[in-house]
Structures are given as structure tokens and as C-alpha cells.
């Protein structure tokens, strides 16, 4: 058993209950189907925007709840993966691009852009990742024009994700010649010029939609620009710590599934006349991960508690980004190899679970990203120690 979290109150463990409840009757059933299908469903959107699942920190104004702290986006999480898929981007809707919606937005532009998205009427999407750039988004090519009265985009993007069934994405693009100045748009599903290219098929996550975006003389309204013109760098490096501590509890949420997916199947498998989890190695290995994911689930939750006081820093969300993604890969790995010849048939849970985690370690910033921020912290950057 893993130990008592303590960071969290009855009302969080209520909030769970209700969202497993859900979960369970409305959309477990549908996991299959998703995956053979290549995308989550939109009405699963809907449904999540029904029951106040969505944007939870959007003011009640624009339909939220108003609950900016984010243990219950954890709890969230953490029961969507158990429950339904880990390709379920329900989370990059609203804590991955909803923030830029939340700290940049006018009034009037969040009442245009936050009530459909609350209510699961409009997905969203964020449209970074070029096909030459990778992690280096300040070498982005998609450029944006001031024609005077609007902006016309040019470029592609790719590796988007809810880019099939994404509806409003925050796009980056270039806004001079500088390297870092870009600005942040908002383009819209049906916008003239505005199309997907292919749906790109990838090693896991299949319900998860991953598409190219092309953008050819897309006109976007003045109003659909996101803050300044020139500072969607300095935005988009202020909401990466969030996002890479909702990385985080994803990739440990999905850790914790595949613990207990193996642990129950090495319980009832047999070998030699006997459970597979009665060998000496069965029990020390699965011992040996229990205490890590339990010692990552106390920092977890301890990083958590500081990005609700708004005191988590980049290098500390990096470390946790890191040390959560690797742990998930040896979870993963170590429970196919404890299933033995099953964990290779995809008929079998954790041989899918392996296949979504491999690209914990790549979205959200490379481990090899993660370890250069960590290292900077530490002043060992080039710069430092010249």
C-alpha cells in the first residue's frame, strides 16, 4: 500500500470520489474504442464540461468553478488515468493551454474564449512544435504579419496535440526578426487558410490525436492576439512549469496503474506451482518501485502545494518533470517483464501502458532539456564558467 497523502482534505477526497464515479459509468467504457479510432471522442469533452471537469479555475462568470488550487486537477488526473486513458488530453485543455487563456486574456476576450471551453463546446490545442525546431521554439519560422487591421499567419506546425479534434488553438509565430520575438494567436477552427494536415500515427497514445496544423494567408482578427505581439516567448517560458508539473502527476499517475496492474497479476500468475509475485526477485523489484514511486509521490505532492503558492521554480519543475517520466519508464518496463510473454500482447493493459509512457520523457521538454535547466540552477552553464 502506498502511504497517506497528507497534502490532501476531505473535500479533495470527496471531489475524487465524485470524478471516479463519473469516470467509471460515463466514459470507461469508451477507451477501446478510442484507441482503435485514433482520437478521444468530442462528446467526451462535453460530458467532462457537463460535470464542471473542465477550465476548474475559470471564474464562475465565464461557467468555472473558480478552484485554483491545483490538488484537485491532480486528483483529476490521477483518477482519468486509472480509470479511462492516459491519452485523454483533457488536461492539456485546461492546464495546458487554458493558463495562457487565463493570464493573457482581456475581459472581453476571455468572455469569448472561456464559456465554449468550459463547456467542452471548443477543445483546445497549442500550436508550438515545427518540424525543424523541436524543444528551440525561439527558432520558429511560422511568421505573422500586421496587415494594419489584422495579422496574416504563414507556416506549419506539427506533433499537435487534439489536433484532429482541437477547435481553438494558441498558435506561436514569429513577429519580427529578432530569434525570441513572437506572439501568441488565437486561430479557430473554420478560419479561412486555416487546415490539418495528416493525423500522424504514432508508437502509443493512440487516443491521442496528433496532427499537423498549416496555416496558408490565415487572417487572424486583431482581437485574437494574445498580450503583447513581441513577448509570446517570455509567456510561453512563464507557463512551462505548470505544464511540466502536470506532466509530472500524468506520468506518475500512470506509474502507480501499472504498479498495481502488475502487482495483481503477479499475485494470481502462476510458475512452477507457484504466484509469479512469491519469487524472491518478483518481491524485491516491485518492492524496490514502491518505495520510489512512494518517495516521488511525497515531492509530487509536496511541488504541487508550491505552484499553488506560486513559488515552484522552473529548475525544481524540471527536476520533478524529469525524475516522474524516468520512474515511469522503468515501472512500465518492469511490468511487462513481469508479465512475462503476456506483457507483450496488447490485449494486455500494461503492454499498452508501455507503449503510452516512451514519450513522457520527450513531451514537455527532453530529459536532456530537463538535465541542462537543473544544471544551469546549479550555475554549471557555459556562460557561468567561462
Known amino acids: 500500500m502506498a502511504f497517506p497523502r497528507v497534502h490532501l482534505e476531505e473535500e479533495h477526497e470527496m471531489f475524487r470520489d465524485s470524478a471516479r464515479k463519473f469516470l467509471q459509468k460515463e466514459l ?12 478521444v471522442d468530442r462528446e467526451a469533452f462535453l460530458k467532462m464540461g457537463e460535470q464542471g471537469l473542465l477550465l476548474l479555475w475559470a471564474e464562475e462568470q465565464y461557467g468555472g468553478l473558480g478552484i485554483r488550487d491545483l490538488r484537485y486537477e491532480q486528483v483529476l488526473i490521477e483518477e482519468s488515468i486509472r480509470w479511462t486513458d492516459i491519452g485523454f488530453f483533457h488536461n492539456a485543455h485546461s492546464k495546458l493551454v487554458g493558463p495562457y487563456l487565463d493570464r493573457l486574456c482581456t475581459p472581453e476576450q476571455k468572455a469569448r474564449f472561456l464559456p465554449p471551453a468550459v463547456r467542452g463546446e471548443s477543445i483546445l490545442g497549442i500550436a508550438m512544435t515545427e518540424p525543424n525546431t523541436g524543444s528551440d521554439l525561439a527558432g520558429i519560422r511560422t511568421k505573422a504579419v500586421d496587415m494594419g487591421d489584422h495579422w496574416l499567419v504563414n507556416g506549419a506546425k506539427t506533433f499537435i496535440s487534439n489536433g484532429i479534434i482541437g477547435t481553438t488553438f494558441v498558435t506561436a509565430a514569429k513577429t519580427g526578426d529578432g530569434r525570441g520575438q513572437i506572439g501568441l494567436f488565437v486561430i479557430e477552427e473554420g478560419m479561412e487558410g486555416f487546415s490539418r494536415g495528416r493525423h500522424l500515427k504514432k508508437f502509443g497514445l493512440p487516443a491521442q490525436d496528433t496532427a499537423e496544423l498549416i496555416f496558408d494567408n490565415v487572417k487572424v482578427p486583431k482581437e485574437n492576439l494574445l498580450g503583447d505581439p513581441g513577448m509570446g516567448f517570455a509567456y510561453m517560458s512563464e507557463c512551462l512549469a505548470v505544464e ?8 506518475l499517475s500512470h506509474a502507480q496503474v501499472a504498479f498495481d496492474v502488475t ?17 524472491q526477485n518478483s518481491r524485491f523489484k516491485m518492492a524496490e518501485m514502491r518505495a520510489r514511486l512512494d518517495a516521488a509521490q511525497a515531492w509530487l505532492d509536496q511541488c504541487v502545494m508550491l505552484a499553488n503558492a506560486d513559488r515552484l521554480t522552473p529548475e525544481d ?4 518533470k524529469l525524475l516522474c517520466s524516468e520512474i515511469q519508464g522503468d515501472m512500465v518496463d518492469l511490468g511487462v517483464q513481469m508479465h512475462g510473454g503476456a506483457g507483450y500482447m496488447e490485449e494486455y493493459r500494461i503492454c499498452q501502458m508501455y507503449q503510452d509512457a ?21 550555475g554549471l552553464g557555459e556562460k557561468d564558467l567561462r
Not at 28 to 39: L, M, N, T, Y
Not at 263 to 279: H, M, Q, S, T
Open 244 to 251: 511540466r508539473t502536470m506532466s509530472a502527476i500524468s506520468s
Open 317 to 320: 519543475a524540471a527536476a520533478l
Open 28 to 39: 470507461s467504457g469508451d477507451v477501446e474504442r478510442w484507441r482503435a479510432q485514433g482520437h
Open 263 to 279: 502487482l495483481e497479476f503477479i499475485k494470481d500468475r502462476r510458475a512452477f506451482g507457484r504466484p509469479v509475485g512469491a519469487f
Open 358 to 378: 516512451r514519450i513522457s520523457r520527450i513531451y514537455a521538454g527532453t530529459s536532456e532539456i530537463m538535465k541542462e535547466i537543473i544544471g544551469r540552477g546549479l
